[in-house]
Structure formats: C-alpha cells, structure tokens
C-alpha cells in the first residue's frame, strides 16, 4: 500500500506532499492493570479502516529552524471551520520528533473523540513521511502512535509501544459515533475508579466509558436495534462497531486495509 502519500511538483519544485491517514479500529482490548507511572498495560488486536483523514504538508526548511503550522478542517460535522493546533497537536509532535519543519493542514474525516485514533493516523503519516520508523518512540508522541505507524491488523501491548504485526484480514464493519467524545485519560481514571473492571464484550473500558458517559447506551442500542448484533466499543470511546455491512442513517461501513508499511 505504499506510504499513503504523494507529492505535486509546479514548475519543476517540490511543493505540496499529500498523506492520507487511516483510522484505527480496536477489535478487541484487554487492560491488564497500571504501573507505577500511571500508564496502563494493555492487549488488543487492532486494525486500519478505510476511513482516512487528509494532511496537505508544504515542507519547510530541512533544518527545522521554524515552528510547524498546523489547521485543522473538520469535514465531520460540515461545519469546513479551520482552527490551528497548538503545542502539542499531535502532528506538531511528529515534526519535532523528526527534526523536521512544515506547515500541514489536516482535513478530518476521522471524528475526534471517537476511539478511533484519528490524531494519532495523523501524527504516524507524518513520521512515514519523514522515514521515521521507530515504533517505541512514536509512542512517545502518544499511545496509538506506534500501532499508527505501522498500521494493518496487529497485536498491541505494553502502553501501546509494542506492535506486533498480524496476518492481513479483509473485515468489514458498520460504525456510529454518537454526536458526544469521550476522553481516553477519563474513561482510564474511571475503570481505575471502578476497581478495573473486566468488559464482557472485548473491551475493558466499556464499563468505564459507559458509567461516565451514560448516553453511549442509547448509541449501543439503536445501532443494536439496526443490526440485530450487540454492538461493541470502539477503544474508550465513543463510536460502537458490529462486524458486517449495515448501511442507514448515521452509519458508516468500513472495510479493513493492510499495513501502511507494506509493499
């Protein structure tokens, strides 16, 4: 699948560098307890969609003497507003880690607040494009970088530094995300809260996520009521998944792609 990105000459000059960045699904996520640090130690199987943010990167200066760019334009809610990302936007991140300056403007199809990784995707292409490939590090940037980074159908412990890469699988799934976003260090402080709770539908933070923000159950439901099959949640949140196409109002079917990385 290459690298997702390509690049527009005009007048014989590099110019603009088009990425693409899938979203992620977590299949399944076990969370195993907490160190010392915080951190969470986690097992789950996650997977690319064909559900793609844009990055437009005007490369800068190969020295990194200026401080990155970074819009943001919302395509999820047609609103089409462009805000500027600060600090620590998850691209401006990448471009530090690499040592790399540019100005990016990131079209988001991928909702934020989601649990589907959508800054994380932007982040890794980033680093793809810039020929960074250590995994550990990019977890640095933020836990869903590395199996960003990667991407394809993988296996992911530790905090998330550890990919290991599985066998391609072509999957399709039917997702709704509620109009509501669910913070990842909430849901996490609240299953602290619960005394770590086990999920009974492959994901460990559901009844985390639930019990903080109990209006997912009504998003569960209708997709359930739709589909005929118990609808499972997407990392912590908020979008529910089942396996299947189930196309209709408010849904989206998606279909899994393999690794970024591959040839």
């Known amino acids: ?37 915080g ?21 800068g200066p190969t ?25 620590d936007d998850l691209v401006a991140k990448a471009l530090r880690l690499v040592g790399r300056s540019a100005d990016v403007v990131v079209s988001k199809s991928i909702p934020a607040g989601a649990g589907l990784g959508g800054g994380s995707s932007d982040a890794a292409a980033v680093l793809r494009w810039a020929g960074f490939d250590n995994v550990p590090s990019a977890s640095q940037i933020g836990a869903d970088v590395a199996f960003c980074l990667v991407g394809g159908r993988a296996r992911v412990t530790g905090i998330g530094e550890v990919v290991e890469s599985l066998p391609f699988e072509d ?28 999920g009974d539908h492959g994901n460990d933070l559901e009844p985390a996520a639930v019990d903080l923000v109990p209006d997912l159950v009504r998003w569960r439901d209708e997709l359930g009521y739709a589909t005929g ?27 899994t792609v393999p690794s970024t990385t591959s040839s």
């Not at 395509?75 to 600090?87: E, M």
């Not at 995300?177 to 770590?196: H, I, L, N, Q």
């Open 63 to 87: 020295d990194g003497c200026f401080d990155p760019v970074v819009q943001i334009e919302d395509r999820t809610d047609g609103s089409g507003l462009v805000v500027r990302g600060g600090i």
């Open 171 to 198: 999957r399709t799934f039917t997702l709704l995300t509620p109009p509501v976003s669910c913070s990842t260090p909430a849901v996490y402080r609240r299953w602290d809260e619960m005394g770590g709770p086990t």
């Open 1 to 37: 699948m290459g690298s997702l990105g390509y690049c527009c000459w005009r007048g014989g000059q590099l110019t603009d560098v088009i990425l693409a960045a899938p979203a992620k699904l977590t299949l399944s996520l076990r969370v195993l307890g907490r160190r010392d640090d």
């Open 229 to 255: 099959r118990r609808p499972q949640l997407a990392g912590s949140g908020s979008t529910w998944f089942v396996e299947g196409s189930y196309p209709g109002d408010g849904r989206r079917v998606v279909r």
């Open 39 to 59: 951190y969470h130690l986690i097992d789950a199987e996650m997977a690319s969609v064909n559900l793609f943010d844009e990055l437009v990167l005007t490369p």
